[in-house]
T-cell receptor, first 113, second 115 residues
Framework: GNSVTQMEGPVTLSEEAFLTINCTYT??????LFWYVQYPGEGLQLLLK?????DKGSNKGFEATYRKETTSFHLEKGSVQVSDSAVYFC????????????FGKGTKLTVNP | DTAVSQTPKYLVTQMGNDKSIKCEQN?????MYWYKQDSKKFLKIMFS???????INETVPNRFSPKSPDKAHLNLHINSLELGDSAVYFC??????????????FGPGTRLLVL
């Protein structure tokens, strides 16, 4: 079946530190991959996505590259800010789309000034 | 304009009551979803509708009954609420075809607390 495994948190960093949140997946074919972010007390927002191998999704300084050979979609940011404190979810949509998203368990990031 | 909206945002109720959560999207999407987020933040699909037709039902107790009066709305009715139903419920939508059909857009969530 389809599954997503992401690094367990919580992750605590100082402002301007480098961020990596690991995400690996199991799926048949070529799923689409996503990172969603949930700020405290808010809903889910799409952060970035990649729909085919070697695609790089990017938004707000965050990046993730779809690596088929390692079935990974790690999230990175070169310099985090306090405002990046949130829970980050890696997710996949099976090949073909329009089906349920399968989520990782989420990684809570806290950035201290 | 809010793309996917849910009402209410907060819902506090007693065990045994019946309650409904409403969801509306103005994105013109054909497919809508309900997800449940538990106390550990884990998100799991509950239902999916395409053009008012149920296409996914993920082993959810039959106390939960989704209703889609039209493709822009997907409501969730819960009978005989239990303590374990306390969670955040998210509505989402996506197009059913074309570019971007794999991307789902989420509402702000409804925080349900059953006492």
């Amino acid at each position: 079946g389809n599954s997503v495994t992401q690094m367990e948190g919580p992750v605590t960093l100082s402002e301007e530190a480098f961020l990596t949140i690991n995400c690996t997946y199991t799926a048949t074919g070529y799923p689409s991959l996503f990172w969603y972010v949930q700020y405290p007390g808010e809903g889910l927002q799409l952060l970035l996505k990649a729909t085919k191998a070697d695609d790089k999704g990017s938004n707000k300084g965050f990046e993730a590259t779809y690596r088929k050979e390692t079935t990974s979609f790690h999230l990175e940011k070169g310099s985090v800010q306090v405002s990046d404190s949130a829970v980050y979810f890696c997710a996949l949509s099976p090949q073909g789309g329009s089906e349920k998203l399968v989520f990782g368990k989420g990684t809570k990031l806290t950035v201290n000034p | 304009d809010t793309a996917v909206s849910q009402t209410p945002k907060y819902l506090v109720t007693q065990m045994g009551n019946d309650k409904s959560i409403k969801c509306e999207q103005n994105l013109g999407h054909d497919t809508m979803y309900w997800y449940k987020q538990d106390s550990k933040k884990f998100l799991k699909i509950m239902f999916s509708y395409n053009n008012k037709e149920l296409i996914i039902n993920e082993t959810v107790p039959n106390r939960f009954s989704p209703k889609s009066p039209d493709k822009a709305h997907l409501n969730l009715h819960i009978n005989s609420l239990e303590l374990g139903d306390s969670a955040v419920y998210f509505c989402a939508s996506s197009p059913s075809s074309g570019a971007g059909k794999e991307t789902q857009y989420f509402g702000p969530g409804t925080r349900l607390l059953v006492l």
